[in-house]
């Protein structure tokens, strides 16, 4: 990536103490010999994160070089004063990143340590050239933490902990990945991944989110409708579903990743089972056909594969059960999903592997898990 700043890595040169020397004799306008004067010894500029190394500077750390003529100094924080774009180019640093201005369409911000944003990681207005983003989709990643006192909209974010002032929009692309835990204000249309828990302020709205932990809307409208959302424990907001009956999925009990992967290695495997049978029925009827000699050494392949697969498939589905079996039954009894308000009809509830349909409003919802089935329980 280019970075329009000057970057140096720890221990290298960044400067050099010239030592005095004697001088040479001169003369004056009479003609006359005038002795040189000693020269004297080099007064340094205050110096910061710089090493002395006789008559080397060298960079005691990797960050910025910041050069003044009161003052010398390293600087593991990169400020960009404006917006990344043309001028400043793709940013990448090793360190923490501070950007006053917005992350516009297209490019990306990269750091191995903290970021933080003060205007949006895509600027609202139209939507981005969609090219454009398929070109670079990663706007702003990271290892540390980042803070964004704007919006999100349409941005893919990667990162440890991560605090959205003012909310993210998936705005047709993008998703947010988080390592931590992941604060906004909203969500609408956003695609989200966080390995412990999310906490909106205020809503969440025709999303897709995958939470390792709690996913927690209690503040403001403390809304979740539409969409999906898996929580590794529990689920909270003051209202589930909307009046108008809006189709809403909510899981807990079972981490994202492993309901999300046992779903669909379940799906393969069920049509690898209806596969089979029908392959080898056409197998038998071409065994007669001496002619279709091709096309039987062709579907034989194609059944071996397939079973193949099936063994493969049930050995990781067998390893996927003995992960949730040890603490299978110590989280589902913790786990809940939970509506202070009300839950209005058109929501799923799923706790664990069990699901319940509510077809009807339920104020001060708390759905539960017992004995294999989602219901309606008292407070905890």
Known sequence: AYNPFVIVERDQEVGWIIPPTTGHPGRDVFGQPLPPLPGREAELPELENIVVDGNVLRAGIYGQLDVSPARVKVCPLLVIDNDVDLKSGNIHFRGSIYVKGNVQPGFRVEAEDNVQIDGASVPPGPEPDPRLRQATPDNVGFKGDLQIDGAVVGATIRGNNIFIKQGINGHGGGQIIARGN????????????????????????FSVVHADGDVVVTRGHGLIAGGVAMAGRKIIAKQFGLPATTTTSLLAGIPPRLRCEFTSL??????????????????DWLKNRKEEYTLVLRLTRKIFRWEWEKQKIEEQLAKIERELAGRHTEDLSRSEVRAYKICYGGVRVSIGWASRFVGTHIKNAVFIHKNGEVRIGADR
């Open 182 to 205: 992941l604060c906004a204000r909203y969500l609408e249309n956003a695609r989200v991944l966080a390995g412990g828990s999310v906490e909106i302020h205020d809503a969440i709205l």
């Open 266 to 283: 379940t799906s393969r495997l069920n049509k690898i089972k209806r596969e089979i049978p029908r392959a080898r029925s056409t197998l």
